[in-house]
């Protein structure tokens, strides 16, 4: 999001849709990796109790 979506934002002028996209892509990467990293095998888990 922040590296596709908030440039085409900015693009086409609209700016403040552009910072509300990188706050909430910023919000999904925190949350993704709170949920899916096992911090004991060092990577991604998308099956996690």
Known sequence: ME???AP???AFG???QAEAVV???RE???ATVSRYWSP???L???NRP
Do not use: K, P, T, Y
């Open 44 to 46: 991604f888990v998308n």
């Open 28 to 30: 999904l990467v925190v």
């Open 14 to 16: 609209d700016v403040s």
């Open 8 to 10: 085409l934002c900015r």
């Open 23 to 25: 706050q909430f892509g």
């Open 40 to 42: 004991e095998q060092g």
């Open 3 to 5: 590296h596709a979506l």
